[in-house]
């Protein structure tokens, strides 16, 4: 069975599951590749023979050469999306892109003020890059923001400074006792070049898509116009349902399609990206935790370490609990599982079935954080496979011992396996 479009791809633990190498590997077939949530705070390795891109807020799709969307959903550090561009198109490739009018802007008192509240939060710190990314959002909810159309517009974006900026001013200064070099002229100066270069790439997303999706050549109807959208972060990362308040400022799962890009509820297949092992960055509970030798060696030989920020991830043994309720939350069509050949022969390798607190058992993540901080997870013992994957590209060619691993996870999501994944190159990919 083929993976069908229009397709949602959401990573089903706490990120990093390699969803920007499985966008690359679908964007082949897609017209459109449609980022939808997140800023730069969401980094992307994709390798292609041998050469390491890391993205962060240009749709994975630009490796393809599609047409690419950031919807209202995502917001936007202009500085950052600029040296993405400059950098592809100083490789000759045409960066065919279309932005949202209603789009948040991150501005820079939005990086002063997160920087500032994860020090006055201490040892609570939610583990945020001081990017400003959740600051950008509390802007957005609050009608405070700086959007697209306002970025693009000298007029709307002094406007909006002149009134914006001396209250946060107040604010990392009286609140934070804060000093912060930033005016407003500073601030529009820097601000207004990057609205003059990015102007050329305004349209409304939210109308586009809906035409692709209802137009006579629309997938559903005769399979030609490809939609698919790439969402940032992982489902634990999801602001709502995820392990708040150590999340994003954003929901992750797959609904959130429909209002992040504007679109109205239909069907769109949902695709979970499931890393073989689990990894987080940050601080927040993680039941499966390695804190020994186990944990380092996964760290290494999967290069757990982040793309934005460079800091080791936490790793540990894969969680079903994590993963039914990503499931039941997104609804998942197709799995792919990633990074199988990093378990390669690892001493001992384990699944978590279910959680414990005293004799009651879990079976999915606790909706009360307090009950998840304590479960303890029960584990299920795996054989390991002695021998190294990455070169295979056949599943039949697989271990015994591997295929069982993948067929289990399988088996207990009720979900088909489509990809399983032994290596970052594109090739290093086994179908199924
Ligand atoms: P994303 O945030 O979900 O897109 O994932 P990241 O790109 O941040 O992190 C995944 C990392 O694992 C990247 O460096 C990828 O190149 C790499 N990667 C992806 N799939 C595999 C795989 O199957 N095996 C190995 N060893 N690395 C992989
Ligand atoms: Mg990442």
Known sequence: MKIKFPLVVVGAQWGDEGKGKIIDILAEEADYVVRFNGGNNAGHTIVVASEKFP??????????????LIAQGAVIDPAVLLK???FFEKRGTKVKLTIDPRVHIVMPYHKELDRAT????????????HLGIGYCYEDKNNRFGVRFEDLISPNLLREKIEMFFPLKKRQLELVFGQKTELTKDRIYQEYVSYGWKLKKYLGDVSKKVQELLNSPNSPRLHGAKKLLFEGAHGTYLDGVFGTYPFTTAVYTISGSVFPYVGVAPQKIYSLAVVKAYT???????????????????????????????KRPRRCGWLDLPLLRTATRLSGFDYLVITKLDVLAKIPTLR?????????KKYYEVPSLM???????????????????ISQIRNFSDLPIEARKYVMFIEKNLKVPVKYVFVGPERKQTIPL
Not at 351 to 359: F, L, P, R, S
Not at 371 to 383: A, L
């Open 55 to 68: 993205l962060s807020l240009l749709p994975s799709g630009i490796l393809q050469g599609k047409k690419l």
């Open 351 to 359: 699944v978590c079935t279910h959680y414990k607190i005293g004799a």
């Open 118 to 129: 994860e020090l006055w939060k201490g040892k609570k710190a939610t583990g945020s890059l």
């Open 370 to 388: 307090t009950e998840f901080e304590k479960c303890q997870p029960v584990y299920e013992e795996f054989k390991p496979w002695r021998r190294d």
């Open 84 to 86: 993405e561009i400059d």
């Open 279 to 309: 990894t987080r960055v940050g601080n927040g509970p993680f039941p499966t935790e390695l804190l020994n030798n186990l944990g380092d060696e996964l760290r290494n030989k999967g290069g757990e370490f982040g793309t934005v920020s």
